[in-house]
C-alpha cells in the first residue's frame, strides 16, 4: 500500500510538472502569426513615408497569417518596421520601428530610436533627454491615424522606457521629466 502511495504522489508530482513547464502565459505554445506586408515602393502609411522594404504588421485576423499579397487595413496596423540600415528621421531623431499601445483604450504608439545613427551635429535638448532613459519612447496622440511627427497631433509624451511613466501620477520626479520631454519634443517640432 506504501508502495503505491509514494508511487501515485511521484506521477501526480510528475504530470503537474509537465504541465506547467509547458503553459504559455499567451494561451499557446507559439507567438501569433501576424499578417504582414513588405513595401515593394515608397509610400505613405499613418502619414509617414515609409521606403521601399518596410515591414506592415497588423493585428491578428481571420484566415489571415503571415506574409500578404496586398496591403491591408491601416487601422489594423499595430507595427511598422523600417528596412534595416534605413530608420527614418522623427522628430530629428533616426527611428526603426514604430508599435500601436498593445493597451487598445490607449490612443498612441512606442517610437524606437537608433542613437548610433545620430550624429553628434544633429543632437538636441530632446534627443539627448529620450537617450538618456531608453531608445523608447511612449507618444499619445489625439488621432491615432497619424503616426507622424505632428506636434498638432502629439497630445502628451506618456513614457520613456519603463523608468519613467504617466501611470505614476505621483511621483513628481518622473511627472517632470516627461514634463520637460514634452516641452522639448514640441521645441523641435517648431523649428
Do not use: H
Not at 502619414?47 to 489594423?76: A, C, H, N, R
Request: contains cysteine; proline residues 4%; charged residues 25%.
Amino acid at each position: 500500500m506504501k508502495f503505491f502511495k509514494s508511487y501515485f504522489s511521484i506521477l501526480g508530482l510528475l504530470l503537474l510538472t509537465g504541465c506547467v513547464g509547458n503553459m504559455n502565459p499567451t494561451g499557446g505554445n507559439s507567438s501569433p502569426n501576424y499578417p504582414y506586408f513588405i513595401t515593394a515602393e515608397p509610400l505613405e502609411v499613418k502619414k509617414i513615408m515609409v521606403p521601399k522594404g518596410t515591414k506592415l504588421v497588423y493585428e491578428e485576423q481571420f484566415f489571415k497569417e503571415g506574409k500578404q499579397d496586398k496591403m491591408l487595413s491601416e487601422e489594423k496596423l499595430i507595427t511598422i518596421e523600417f528596412p534595416t540600415g534605413q530608420p527614418i528621421i522623427w522628430g530629428g531623431v533616426p527611428v526603426t520601428s514604430i508599435n500601436k499601445f498593445f493597451n487598445s483604450e490607449m490612443r498612441g504608439f512606442t517610437v524606437y530610436a537608433d542613437f548610433e545613427k545620430l550624429s553628434a551635429d544633429k543632437k538636441t535638448k530632446f534627443s539627448q533627454l529620450w537617450q538618456s532613459c531608453s531608445n523608447d519612447l511612449g507618444i499619445t496622440v489625439k488621432n491615432i491615424g497619424d503616426w507622424s511627427f505632428n506636434t498638432e497631433n502629439i497630445s502628451d509624451v506618456d513614457d520613456c522606457s519603463v523608468l519613467y511613466q504617466r501611470y505614476f501620477k505621483n511621483n513628481k520626479r518622473q511627472q517632470d521629466f516627461l514634463d520637460e520631454i514634452y516641452s522639448e519634443l514640441l521645441k523641435v517640432g517648431s523649428k
